[in-house]
């Protein structure tokens, strides 16, 4: 059974910044395609970054040149790290893979206010 396990959120002023964790058993992250997501309240659950198997990265407009998405295949460990943050970033953020989800994790609440 796969377990996503996500962290690292937490309440942080306009312009700083967190590093997200997303630790994974029962399966491989580096054989995946896999990605950040986030919801916000009253928003559907979107997609901000996208990590390929062979390493390719995509960004959605909003987060471009903020975050980095990144995988330490030794600790089969994902992150995301989150410069600059908006109040707009304001959400829980989940791993997963995609095209086929995995069940989600429990997630982790990132805060940007002043």
């Known amino acids: 059974q796969v377990l996503l396990v996500e962290s690292g959120g937490g309440l942080v002023q306009p312009g700083g910044s967190l590093r997200l964790t997303c630790a994974a058993s029962?399966?491989?992250?580096?054989?995946?395609?896999m990605g950040w997501y986030r919801q916000a309240p009253g928003n559907q659950r979107e997609r901000v970054a996208y990590?390929?198997?062979?390493?390719?990265?995509h960004y959605v407009d909003s987060v471009k040149g903020r975050f980095t998405i990144s995988r330490d295949n030794a600790k089969n460990t994902m992150y995301l790290q989150m410069n600059s943050l908006l109040p707009e970033d304001t959400a829980v953020y989940y791993c997963?893979?995609?095209?086929?989800?995995?069940?989600w994790g429990q997630g982790t609440q990132v805060t940007v206010s002043s």
């Open positions: 997963n893979r995609l095209p086929s989800l995995y069940p």
């Open positions: 029962g399966t491989v992250l580096s054989r995946n395609n």
């Open positions: 990590l390929s198997a062979g390493g390719s990265t």
